[in-house]
C-alpha cells in the first residue's frame, strides 16, 4: 500500500500549543478590537487549529483574518492567513487550491521583500510540486528556498527545506539521498528542540526505512515519533504514526499488535475526518484478517476501504467540478465584461466622436468666422481706400474749382478796374449834364 510522507510545510510563528493554548486564544479574541494584533490571534488560533488536524474550524478563523487584513490593508497578516490556508488546503489533498494560495503568498512577500516569507513560500510551492510529480521544479524551488534560509541564518527554515528535499529524493527513488536529508532535518530540528519538526522528520525516517525493508529502524523511527506527537498533543500525527506502526507491524506478520494501532488509528481518524488514514487502515486490516482466514471481517474491511476509497474520488470529483464552474463562472465573468466594457467603450467612442465633431464645428466656425471677419476687413479696407482717393479727388477738384473761382473773380474785378477806369466819373457827367 503507498503512503504520503508527513505533509511538512513551513510556518515561521512561534505558538503555543494544546488546548490550553486554543482557548486561551479564544478568550484574547473576545476582548480585542480590530486591529492587526486581532490579525496576529486570528492567524495564531486558525495555526493551532490545523496542528490539531481540525481544518473546518482553522478555515473559519482564516477567512475572519482575510476580510479584517483586506479593511486594515495588513499584508503582513495576509501572508500569513493565505500560508495557512494553504497548509489547510494541502493536509486535505486540495492541491491546486493549496496552490494558488501559496503563490499568492509569494507575491505579498515579494511585495514585502520579506526573504525568509519568500524562503517559506518557496519550500511550500516545492513541496506541491513534488505531490503533483513535478520534481525537477520542486528540487529548483526548495533549492531557492535553502539558499535564502542559510543566507538569513533561519536554522528551522533549513531543517523543514531539507525535509522537503528528502520527500522529492524519496518519490524519486533516491533513497539513499532521501535519508541523507531526513536526517539533516532531524538534526536541525533537534538542536532547535523542535518537537514538531523532529517528529515530522522521524515518521519520514520511519517511511524510508520501510521502503529499505529495514523494519526494525522503522518502527524505531516511528515510535520517536508517536512519542513526539503525544507531547505535543499533535492529534494528526499521532494518528499517522499509527497508520505507520500498523503497517509496520504488519510486515513483521505481528498481526495482533497491528490491529490494535489500525484501529485506535481509526479511532482517531474519524475524529479529525482524516479519509485518507481511513482507506489506508481499513486496506491493511482487510489484508490481515485475509491473512487470519477472517473472510467475513476481511470482506467487510475492503468494503470500508472501497468506500472511504470512492469517497476521496467523489471528493475530488466534486473538487473538480466546483473548479469548473468557478472557472467557468470567471470566463463568464470575463466575457460579460468585455461585453460590457466595448459597450462602454462604444458609447465613449459615440461621445467622443461628438465632442471632435463639436469641436470641429468650432473650429471650423472659428476658422469660418476669421475668413469673413478677413474678407469683410479687405472689402471695408478697400472702401475706406477707395473712399480717401474719391475724397482725395474731391478735395482736389475742389481746389480747382476754388482756383478756377479765384481766377475768374480775379478776372472780374480786373475788369471792373478797366471798365472803371475807362468810363467817365459820376460827377464829370453831372457836370456836364447841368444846364
Given at each position: ?69 483586506s ?21 486535505q ?31 511550500n ?15 529548483t ?27 522529492v ?27 514538531y ?8 525516517i ?20 508517536l ?41 482517531l ?10 482507506m ?6 482487510a ?24 469517497s ?10 466546483e ?19 466595448a459597450e462602454?467603450?462604444?458609447?465613449e467612442?459615440?461621445?467622443?466622436d ?32 477707395n ?39 459820376e ?8 444846364p
Amino acid at each position: 500500500m503507498k503512503r504520503t510522507l508527513a505533509v511538512f510545510f513551513l510556518f515561521s510563528c512561534a505558538l503555543l500549543h494544546g488546548q490550553n493554548g486554543i482557548d486561551s486564544l479564544r478568550d484574547l479574541l473576545r476582548f480585542q478590537s480590530d486591529d492587526t494584533n486581532k490579525v496576529n490571534l486570528l492567524n495564531r488560533l486558525c495555526k493551532q487549529l490545523w496542528m490539531k488536524g481540525e481544518f473546518y474550524e482553522a478555515l473559519k478563523y482564516a477567512d475572519t483574518s482575510e476580510t479584517l487584513c483586506s479593511t486594515l490593508h495588513d499584508d503582513d497578516g495576509l501572508a500569513t492567513e493565505e500560508n495557512n490556508r494553504g497548509i489547510i488546503y494541502a493536509n486535505q489533498g486540495n492541491y491546486p487550491e493549496a496552490l494558488k494560495y501559496f503563490i499568492s503568498e509569494l507575491k505579498i512577500e515579494k511585495k514585502r521583500n520579506d526573504l525568509k516569507g519568500i524562503a517559506d513560500a518557496y519550500g511550500n510551492i516545492g513541496l506541491l510540486e513534488d505531490y503533483i510529480g513535478d520534481y525537477t521544479e520542486s528540487i529548483t524551488d526548495n533549492r531557492e528556498a535553502l539558499k535564502i534560509e542559510e543566507q538569513i541564518g533561519d536554522s528551522e527554515g533549513v531543517a523543514l527545506t531539507y525535509t522537503n528535499i528528502g520527500l522529492v529524493c524519496f518519490h524519486q527513488g533516491s533513497f539513499a539521498e532521501a535519508l541523507k536529508n531526513h536526517f539533516l532535518s532531524f538534526e536541525k530540528a533537534t538542536q532547535l528542540n523542535n518537537k514538531y519538526d523532529m517528529a515530522g522528520a522521524a515518521n519520514n525516517i520511519g517511511l524510508v526505512y520501510e521502503r529499505l525493508n529495514d523494519l526494525p529502524n522503522a518502527l524505531k523511527y516511528h515510535r520517536i515519533a508517536l512519542q513526539l506527537e503525544n507531547e505535543i498533543g499533535d492529534e494528526q500525527g499521532i494518528a499517522q504514526s499509527y497508520v505507520n506502526i500498523g503497517n509496520a507491524l504488519s510486515q513483521q506478520k505481528n498481526y495482533s499488535d497491528a490491529m490494535n494501532y489500525l484501529d485506535t488509528a481509526i479511532i482517531l481518524s474519524k475524529k479529525i475526518g482524516e479519509k485518507n488514514n481511513l482507506m489506508e487502515c481499513y486496506f491493511g486490516k482487510a489484508y490481515i484478517d485475509s491473512v487470519k482466514g477472517d473472510k467475513r471481517s476481511s470482506y467487510f474491511d475492503f468494503r470500508s476501504y472501497m468506500l472511504y476509497k470512492d469517497s476521496l474520488v467523489n471528493d475530488d470529483n466534486t473538487r473538480q467540478t466546483e473548479q469548473a464552474q468557478l472557472q467557468y463562472v470567471f470566463e463568464s465573468k470575463i466575457a460579460a465584461d468585455s461585453v460590457r466594457n466595448a459597450e462602454i467603450a462604444n458609447q465613449e467612442k459615440i461621445k467622443q466622436d461628438a465632442r471632435v465633431s463639436q469641436q470641429r464645428f468650432y473650429t471650423y466656425g472659428g476658422i469660418g468666422g476669421f475668413v469673413l471677419m478677413l474678407i469683410v476687413a479687405i472689402i471695408s479696407f478697400g472702401a475706406f481706400r477707395n473712399k480717401k482717393k474719391a475724397n482725395e479727388i474731391i478735395a482736389h477738384q475742389k481746389e480747382l474749382v476754388e482756383v478756377k473761382q479765384k481766377e475768374i473773380i480775379d478776372s472780374i474785378r480786373y475788369a471792373k478796374r478797366i471798365q472803371e477806369s475807362l468810363l467817365p466819373s459820376e460827377k464829370y457827367i453831372r457836370s456836364k449834364l447841368k444846364p
